[in-house]
């Protein structure tokens, strides 16, 4: 899939955002498991998302300045989209 990037800023990101992601997972099947650790959950789960809205407004500009490469942008806004809301229903499950 890192093929379909070629700008290394959108490898990065989406890079950051499947780290990010299974981080989260991780923490929500843990917590699944043990319901002990609800303040590092959300702690976790907000300093994720920080990175992720960072990463999306990085990914956002990006797009304004390489519009040439406008469907790997999309993509790349997409993923991160995703990842912010998959992370959201992380934290209220």
Known sequence: ???YFNLKINSSAVRITYYSF???TIF???NLAVDAI???KIII???IGLMNVILLITAFFNTLINYK???ENIST???IIINLTIGIIYLYI
Request: no cysteine.
């Open 1 to 3: 899939m890192m093929s």
């Open 22 to 24: 299974l981080i989260n």
């Open 28 to 30: 929500f099947l843990i």
């Open 38 to 40: 609800l303040m590092l």
């Open 45 to 47: 789960a907000v300093i």
């Open 69 to 71: 490469y406008y469907e």
């Open 77 to 79: 806004l997409l993923i």
